[in-house]
Protein backbone atom coordinates (compact mmCIF):
# COMPACT_ATOMS: atom_id res chain seq x y z
CA UNK A 1 0.00 0.00 0.00
CA UNK A 2 0.99 3.60 -0.98
CA UNK A 3 0.13 6.66 0.58
CA UNK A 4 1.28 10.32 -0.21
CA UNK A 5 0.85 13.04 2.06
CA UNK A 6 1.20 16.93 1.74
CA UNK A 7 2.11 19.55 4.41
CA UNK A 8 2.32 23.18 4.31
CA UNK A 9 -0.50 24.87 3.04
CA UNK A 10 -2.17 27.96 4.86
CA UNK A 11 -2.93 31.34 4.54
CA UNK A 12 -0.10 33.88 3.16
CA UNK A 13 -0.58 37.84 2.31
CA UNK A 14 0.26 38.25 -1.77
CA UNK A 15 3.85 38.93 -1.75
CA UNK A 16 4.64 36.28 0.98
CA UNK A 17 5.98 32.60 0.38
CA UNK A 18 5.16 29.07 1.10
CA UNK A 19 6.61 26.12 1.26
CA UNK A 20 4.74 22.42 -0.12
CA UNK A 21 6.13 18.91 1.05
CA UNK A 22 5.49 15.64 0.28
CA UNK A 23 6.55 12.46 1.01
CA UNK A 24 5.10 8.75 -0.46
CA UNK A 25 5.29 5.98 1.47
CA UNK A 26 4.61 2.11 1.74
CA UNK A 27 5.70 -0.38 -0.91
CA UNK A 28 7.38 1.17 -3.29
CA UNK A 29 10.23 0.14 -5.73
CA UNK A 30 10.68 3.51 -7.59
CA UNK A 31 9.12 6.92 -8.05
CA UNK A 32 9.16 8.41 -11.43
CA UNK A 33 8.45 11.75 -11.91
CA UNK A 34 6.63 13.46 -9.04
CA UNK A 35 4.60 16.50 -9.32
CA UNK A 36 2.61 19.61 -7.59
CA UNK A 37 -1.54 20.10 -9.22
CA UNK A 38 -3.77 22.85 -8.24
CA UNK A 39 -7.49 23.14 -8.65
CA UNK A 40 -8.89 26.46 -7.82
CA UNK A 41 -12.90 26.52 -6.80
CA UNK A 42 -15.02 26.22 -10.45
CA UNK A 43 -11.85 25.73 -12.71
CA UNK A 44 -10.09 22.32 -13.95
CA UNK A 45 -7.06 20.66 -12.34
CA UNK A 46 -3.92 22.01 -13.46
CA UNK A 47 0.12 20.78 -13.25
CA UNK A 48 1.95 23.71 -11.74
CA UNK A 49 5.35 21.99 -11.35
CA UNK A 50 6.99 18.93 -12.01
CA UNK A 51 10.25 17.05 -11.56
CA UNK A 52 11.53 13.45 -13.18
CA UNK A 53 13.50 11.46 -11.14
CA UNK A 54 16.88 12.68 -12.65
CA UNK A 55 15.94 16.42 -12.11
CA UNK A 56 14.62 17.63 -15.35
CA UNK A 57 11.83 20.50 -14.47
CA UNK A 58 8.75 21.59 -15.89
CA UNK A 59 6.52 24.70 -14.83
CA UNK A 60 3.43 25.97 -15.59
CA UNK A 61 3.88 29.33 -17.28
CA UNK A 62 1.70 31.09 -14.41
CA UNK A 63 4.54 29.81 -11.81
CA UNK A 64 7.65 30.05 -13.24
CA UNK A 65 10.13 32.50 -12.26
CA UNK A 66 8.24 32.64 -8.79
CA UNK A 67 7.96 28.52 -7.94
CA UNK A 68 10.60 26.01 -7.58
CA UNK A 69 10.33 22.01 -6.97
CA UNK A 70 12.75 19.55 -5.66
CA UNK A 71 12.88 16.21 -4.74
CA UNK A 72 14.82 13.92 -2.88
CA UNK A 73 15.00 10.68 -4.19
CA UNK A 74 16.11 8.80 -1.09
CA UNK A 75 13.80 9.87 1.09
CA UNK A 76 10.82 9.89 -2.14
CA UNK A 77 9.70 13.22 -1.14
CA UNK A 78 8.96 16.32 -3.40
CA UNK A 79 9.07 20.06 -2.55
CA UNK A 80 7.39 23.13 -3.28
CA UNK A 81 8.69 26.45 -2.58
CA UNK A 82 6.54 29.36 -3.69
CA UNK A 83 7.61 33.10 -3.53
CA UNK A 84 5.84 35.95 -4.91
CA UNK A 85 2.65 34.45 -3.87
CA UNK A 86 -0.50 36.04 -5.72
CA UNK A 87 -4.43 35.41 -4.90
CA UNK A 88 -4.75 34.17 -8.15
CA UNK A 89 -2.84 31.26 -7.31
CA UNK A 90 -5.30 30.64 -4.14
CA UNK A 91 -5.79 26.83 -4.69
CA UNK A 92 -5.68 23.30 -3.18
CA UNK A 93 -2.69 21.90 -4.05
CA UNK A 94 -2.27 18.36 -5.09
CA UNK A 95 0.82 15.75 -4.90
CA UNK A 96 1.30 13.69 -7.28
CA UNK A 97 3.55 10.70 -8.13
CA UNK A 98 4.25 8.22 -10.34
CA UNK A 99 5.30 4.72 -8.27
CA UNK A 100 6.47 1.66 -9.62
CA UNK A 101 5.79 -0.59 -6.31
CA UNK A 102 7.64 -3.95 -7.49
CA UNK A 103 9.87 -4.22 -10.35
CA UNK A 104 8.44 -6.26 -13.21
CA UNK A 105 5.32 -4.00 -12.41
CA UNK A 106 3.68 -1.07 -14.38
CA UNK A 107 4.05 2.56 -13.05
CA UNK A 108 0.36 4.23 -11.42
CA UNK A 109 -0.28 7.49 -10.21
CA UNK A 110 -1.04 8.22 -6.62
CA UNK A 111 -2.43 11.56 -5.59
CA UNK A 112 -2.72 12.70 -2.01
CA UNK A 113 -5.49 14.59 -0.10
CA UNK A 114 -4.30 18.18 -1.17
CA UNK A 115 -3.55 21.21 0.88
CA UNK A 116 -5.43 24.59 0.69
CA UNK A 117 -3.29 27.22 -0.37
CA UNK A 118 -4.99 30.87 0.24
CA UNK A 119 -2.97 33.84 -0.51
CA UNK A 120 -4.91 36.86 0.68
CA UNK A 121 -4.49 40.28 2.74
Known amino acids: QVQVVESGGGLVQPGGSLRLSCAAS????????MGWYRQAPGKQRELVAA???????NYADSVKGRFTISRDNAKNTVDLEMNSLKPEDTAVYYCNAEIRIRLGTENRMYWGQGTQVTVSS
Open 26 to 33: GTIFLINA
Open 51 to 57: ITRGGVT
